[in-house]
Structures are given as C-alpha cells and as structure tokens.
Antibody, heavy 122, light 113 residues
Framework: QVQLVESGGGVVQPGRSLRLSCAAS????????MHWVRQAPGKGLEWVAV????????YYADSVKGQFTISRDNSKNTLYLQMNSLRAEDTAVYYC???????????????WGQGTTVTVSS | DIVMTQSPDSLAVSLGERATINCKSS????????????LTWYQQKPGQPPKLLIY???TRESGVPDRFSGSGSGTDFTLTISSLQAEDVAVYYC?????????FGQGTKLEIK
C-alpha cells in the first residue's frame, strides 16, 4: 500500500543539526513532488518546503530559508530534510506529504506520513 | 504571502445537522489559464496526520463520504458537512497551493453539540 514513513526526529540542543528522512513505498516515488509540513505542539499546520520530482525545483518557507535543506534520493525512494542551527521554535511534528504535481509541487498533498517529532531543548 | 483566514475558529453542531466552515484568502487562488482554484481542505483528528478531503476547491478525494462538499471561487470558499456524524469531530484546515509559501488557514475545531 501507499506509505510514507518519517524518521530521524528526537531531542536536540539549540544550535545543533538534525536530518529527517521520509521513506516512500507503494508508489512511483520519482514521479511525485514531495513536501515537508510541520505542526508545533497544540498549533496549526505550517508548510516548510517542497521539492519537485527530479529535484530541480525547490521552495522554502521564509521561516526556514537558509536554515533547512530539502533533498531527495529517487534511487532510495527517500526524502530528506536537513535542519541546521535549530531553535526552540522549530519544535514540532514534521510530516512529509506527496504531491501529484511532479514539476512544481503545486498540487494537493494527497498522502501524508504519520510524522516524526523534533524537540529543540537544552 | 497569501493569508488564509478561516471562520469560525470553533463550531459545535448537533449530530445529523449541517456544519459549514468558511475560508477566505487574501488574494485570488483562481488560476486563469486552468480555471482552477488552488484550494484544498484537510481533516485532522487528534494524534493523526492531516487527511485530504477536497482539492481544486470542490473535488472530493476518493473514499471521502459524499456528505463532505467544497464550494467557492476566487477568494471565498466553504466546506460543508451535510449531516454531521460522530466521526467527523476533528480540526479542519484550508490551504492554498496557488503560490509559495503554500499557506494554511488557522484551523476550525468541529465538535458535537
């Protein structure tokens, strides 16, 4: 079945780095754009970044631009989010989501993972 | 950035009654060349990821019960649940995918009266 499984979350000190992964299965990963969306505790959804199917188009939220890097390895059916210089306000559940608009990721997010929790705390 | 504003923030409706949630965008999300509204609705239950309900403002995702419907165009949109069921208790979000950053509304919490 179609599935996205995030991993890599945990507790990290402010200023440190973390890399999240999202393993895809059950569909042709290389033909979909992919997003990261986060949700701070008790808060709403915040879009973080999108990458096109071939990695040629990438966009970020202003809140993470220059701090986070989205990437993908289509040979491994895996999406990544490299998070540097982490701050308390980056504490959230991070979800990856699939987008059928392969070229620009300008489509509905039709499949979501269960999320991985990142806690930034000293 | 396009700001998405939902109303109300919370809503209590009796079982079997109609629930209506509104979403307003700060600029049009209707793309003229495709004549499509780049607007989705998601449902999120506690402890679960969001689930896609409606896309292109009015197209129901496969498997979504037909009591859920979306309407509107341009800047004003509505999610309607025609006959509320107990399993519909959740937070509902609208989101625009017209332009980056792809912004969400603040969410509407739907409860049973």
């Amino acid at each position: 079945q179609v599935q996205l499984v995030e991993s890599g979350g945990g507790v990290v000190q402010p200023g440190r780095s973390l890399r999240l992964s999202c393993a895809a299965s059950g569909f042709a990963f290389s033909t979909y754009a992919m997003h990261w969306v986060r949700q701070a505790p008790g808060k709403g959804l915040e879009w973080v970044a999108v990458i096109s199917s071939d990695g040629s188009n990438i966009y970020y939220a202003d809140s993470v631009k220059g701090q986070f890097t989205i990437s993908r390895d289509n040979s491994k059916n895996t999406l990544y989010l490299q998070m540097n210089s982490l701050r308390a306000e980056d504490t959230a559940v991070y979800y990856c989501a699939r987008d059928p608009d392969a070229h620009y990721g300008s489509g509905p997010m039709d499949v979501w993972g269960q999320g991985t929790t990142v806690t930034v705390s000293s | 950035d396009i700001v998405m504003t939902q109303s109300p923030d919370s809503l209590a409706v009796s079982l079997g009654e109609r629930a209506t949630i509104n979403c307003k965008s700060s600029q049009s999300v209707l793309y003229s060349s495709t004549n499509k509204n780049y607007l989705t609705w998601y449902q999120q239950k506690p402890g679960q990821p969001p689930k896609l309900l409606i896309y292109w403002a009015s197209t129901r995702e496969s498997g979504v019960p037909d009591r859920f419907s979306g309407s509107g165009s341009g800047t004003d949109f509505t999610l309607t649940i025609s006959s509320l069921q107990a399993e519909d208790v959740a937070v509902y979000y609208c989101q625009q995918y017209y332009s980056t950053p792809y912004t969400f509304g603040q969410g509407t919490k739907l409860e049973i009266k």
